[in-house]
C-alpha cells in the first residue's frame, strides 16, 4: 500500500492517518504494572478453564500425569498472551487492522518521547530504551542464573551430607545451565546490539522499532515461565532436557518447553531486526570494507541465531507434544527416535556457543583500538575469522554425541569439522594479540576485561580440541572437564569480554563512566575465584568426575572444596561489579559524548544522545579504527579509498 505524500518547503511529507485522541492513545495507560496484571488474569483464567473442562482423570500417554499438566500449560500460555497483551505489545496491528494506523504523534508517544524515566516500564520503541531495558532484564537472568550455582557449588562443596533433595538438585543443574545460556546469548547483542549498533551505522532507529520492543518484552515473558518451572518440580534432567527422560519428568519440564518456545520467537524478531537494519540504514558512504567489526559480529550471530533456534524451537515442540497430547515423536516405544531429538538439540546447541562468543568478540575488538591508539591488526582477518565461523557453525553440532552410538561412521567426519572451526576462531584471537602489538596501551576497565578474556579464551579453546578428538572425548565424555570447558568458553571468554563491552559503551548508554576502582576489583575478584571453581573443576574431571551428580567419591573432594570457595569468590566479584553498575548509574562521575576519544559514529552523537540519534545523517569516507600509528598493512588501502572523514556536526 503506497503511502500519500505532499511536499512542504521542498521537504516530502508523509500524509498522516488522522490523530485518534492524544498521541499514543490507550499506550498511555498501559505499562509493566498492567502487563502483569493482565498476564496474572489470564493465566488464572485459563488454568480455571482448562480445570473445569479437564476431568481430573483425563487419560493420557502412558509416562504423563493427566489434569495438572494441562492447568499449568493453559496458565502458562495464558500468562504470555495476557503479558503481551497487557503492555500494549499487540497496539500498532490491532489499530491497523482497525482503519486507525498510528500516527506520527503515536509513534513518538511509543519511542518515549517526553516521557522520562517511565519509558522504560514501557512497551518502548526507541532502540537506546530496549537496549537498556536489555541491560536490566540480562542483569536480572544473571542473578537468577548466578544464584543457582551458589546453591549448585554448595552442595558439590558439602561433601560430608546432602544439602538438598536429589530431586530439587537436578533441576537446580538444568535451570541454571538454561538461565545462564539464555542470559550469556543476549547479554551482548540485547543491551549493546540495540543500542549501539543503529548509532554505529549512522542511522536515527531500527528497522522495526516495535518488533524490537516486542523481542524484549517475549523475553520477560518467557523468562517468568522459566522461574515458574521451579514451582512445580522443576526441570530435571539437565538443560539439554533429553527426551523420552523429560517426558517423565514433573509439570516444570512445560515451564522450560514453552520457555524456549517463546524465547525463541524473541530471538528470531530480534535478528530479523538488526539484519534488516545492518543492511539497509547503514550511512551513506558505509560501504562493507568501512563498516565496524561490531556490526559484522552482531550480523553474523543474527544471522545464526536465525537458522539454529528453529531447531531448538521444533525440538521443544514436538517434546510437548509427546506429553501432553500423546505423539510419539521421541519414544522409542512407539516407533519414535531419541536420537532425533539429540540431533534437534545440538543443531542449535553448539551454533548457540557463538550466538555467545562472536558479539562477545567483536565488541572487544571493536574498543581495542580504542585503548590500544591504532588500527584493528588486519581487519580483513576478524571479518574472515567471523565469517569463517558463521560457515562452520552449523557443521559440528554431532561432536556432542560422540558417545551416544547414533552414528559413529561420522564421528571423524564432526571430529575434523570440529578441529577446523578453531582456525577462523584463531584468526579473531590473533587480530587481537596483532592489536596488541606496537600498540600504546592506556589500561582502562573496558581493556583490563579483554586481558580476563583472552587468558581464559586459551584454556577454554585448548581444552577444547582435546574434546574435538573422538578418542579423548571417550574418557572426557559426561565429565566435569566438559563442564569446566564450557564455563572456560562461555563464562571466561563470554562473561568476561561482555563485562568489558558494557564498561566501553555504559558512558554512552547512562551518560556516566563505570567506576574504575569498584568495576576493576570486581572483575579481578571474579578472575581469581573463576580459576579456582573451574581449574580445579578440570583436576576433578581428569581424575574421572561425572557431571550432574549429587554424590560423589571422596577422592573428588578437595577439587571440588577449591571449586566451591572459587565460586563463592566469583559470587562475591560479581556482586562488587553489580554495585559498581548501580552506584555509577546513579551517583557516578558524568560523561562527556564521548569519553574514550573514539572515532566511531556512536561516539559523535551528543550526550545524552536526542530522539534520533543524529540532527543530520552522517557521510562515512574512511575505514574505521584509524587512530595514532597508521597500520603498515592498510596504508596501501587507505591510499586506494583516497580516505578523508567527513561527519556532520563531529568535534
Ligand atoms: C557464577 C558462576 C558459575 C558457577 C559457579 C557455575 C557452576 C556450574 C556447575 C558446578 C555446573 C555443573 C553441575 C554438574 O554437572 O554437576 C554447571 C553447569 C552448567 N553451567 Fe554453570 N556456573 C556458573 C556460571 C555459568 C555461566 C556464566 C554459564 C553460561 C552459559 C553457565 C552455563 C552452565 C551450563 C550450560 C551448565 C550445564 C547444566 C547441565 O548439565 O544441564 N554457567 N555450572
Ligand atoms: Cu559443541
Redesign the pocket.
Known sequence: MSTATTTVRGVEQVTQPPQHGKPGGIMRHLNLGTGLLTGIVFAVGAGWIVAALTPSSATTPTFAPAGPEYVYLAGLIGWVIGFMLGMGAFIGPLRWMMGRDLTHDDAEYMAGKDLGVKRYIKFTTDHKVVGVQYLVVTLVI?GF??TL??L??TE?GVTWSEVFSPEFYNSL??T???A??I??IIAVSGPLGNFIVPMMIGARDMAYPRLNALSLWLLVAAAVCLISSMFVGGMQD???AYQPLGSQAPPGMLGYQLTIIVFAISTAIASVNLMTTILTMRAKGMTWSRTPIFVYGIFASSLMGLYAFPFYQYSQILALTDRVWGTVFFNPLYGGSVWLYENLFWLLGHPEVYV?IIPTAAVTLELMPVFLRKPLFSYNFAIAGIVGVVALSGLVWAHHMYMTGWAPAVNYPFMLSTEMISIPVGFLVLVAIGTFWRGTVWTRLPLMAVYALVFNKMIGGVTGIYLSDVPADQYFHGS?FV?AH??YM??GA??FGAMGGIAFYFPKMTGRILDERIGSIGLWTAFVGFQL?FGS?FVAGLQGMP???LQFDEQFNISNWI?TIG?YI??LG?LIFLAAIIFSWTSGVRASGNPWGSKSLEWQTAQPVPLENFEVLPVVTERPYNYGVPDPYDEELAAEDGDRVEKVGAS
Open positions: 544473571f542464573g548466578g550455582a551458589m549448585i557449588r558439590l543443574i538444568g541454571h545451565g538454561i545462564m545460556i542470559a550469556m539437565g538443560w539439554s555467545i566435569m563442564v564450557f564455563h562461555l563464562m563470554g562473561l571453581t573443576m557431571r550432574r551428580v571449586s565460586a566469583i559470587g560479581m
